[in-house]
């Protein structure tokens, strides 16, 4: 793994999670719930829980250089590149349950230009860990910064948190936005509008 390469990937160490201790403690949970754990439905659930966080949370390990795969080109092209609704599933670090939403990045090159798909991959990267938006949306924002060193970066990603709405406040239609403007997108006003105007246009409203 080429963990230090890419500061802003913000990799942990290891191989992966630990999938033993993890079945462990859901077959505890599962006992203090009152439950029993040797019934027929649950005897697997242990192994279920621990194999899904090993996919939720596959982003603290993936390898940066990998992802990219080379898919960085020299282009001569100076002008905003928008890729809008990257669908995205996370969890957040506070309950440990989903936030799920989308992400709107933007970035003016400066000699290099990064394959299209490598974008929602980034985003992905980011989401398959315990996080709270803010920090998502920043991190996702100072990858591509350092990766492309491009004139600037945008990202803008909304979400509803199941946090906020099957538990607590239960607030089923709020939803959260957050933005980090890199760059251009934040010394120039006109820069910024035209982003967020890009992105206002975007096809569907949000919902479940
Ligand atoms: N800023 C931010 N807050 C988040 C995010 N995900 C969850 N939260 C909030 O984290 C907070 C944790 O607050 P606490 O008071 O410690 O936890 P709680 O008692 O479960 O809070 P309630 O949700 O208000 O019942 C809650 O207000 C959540 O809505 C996120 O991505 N960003
Ligand atoms: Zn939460």
């Known amino acids: 793994m080429n963990a230090n390469v890419y500061a802003a990937a913000d990799l942990l160490d290891g191989d992966g999670i630990d999938t033993q201790s993890i079945q462990e403690s859901v077959r505890r949970m599962l006992i203090a719930f009152g439950e029993d754990p040797n019934?027929?439905?649950?005897?697997?659930?242990?192994?279920?829980?621990?194999?899904?966080?090993?996919?939720?949370?596959?982003?603290?390990?993936?390898?940066?250089?990998?992802?990219?795969?080379?898919?960085i080109f020299d282009v001569n092209y100076d002008e905003m590149v928008v890729v809008r609704d990257i669908e995205f599933y996370s969890l957040c670090e506070h309950h440990m349950l989903p936030f799920i939403g989308r992400a709107h990045v933007a970035y003016i090159p400066k000699g290099k230009v990064i394959g299209l798909s490598k974008i929602p991959r980034v985003v992905d990267?980011?989401?398959?860990?315990?996080q709270v938006q803010e920090r998502m949306t920043r991190q996702i924002a100072d990858f591509l910064n350092e990766v492309l060193h491009p004139m600037g970066v945008a990202v803008v990603v909304e979400a509803i948190h199941m946090c906020a709405m099957i538990r607590g406040v239960k607030k089923h239609n709020s939803r959260m936005t957050t933005s980090t403007m890199l760059g251009a997108f934040r010394t120039s006003m006109a820069t910024r509008m035209e982003f967020l105007d890009n992105i206002s246009r975007s096809a569907e409203p949000l919902h479940i």
């Open 125 to 130: 990267m980011f989401a398959r860990r315990l």
């Open 39 to 71: 019934r027929q439905g649950l005897l697997r659930t242990p192994e279920r829980v621990a194999k899904m966080y090993e996919e939720l949370l596959a982003g603290y390990r993936i390898d940066p250089v990998e992802l990219i795969n080379d898919a």
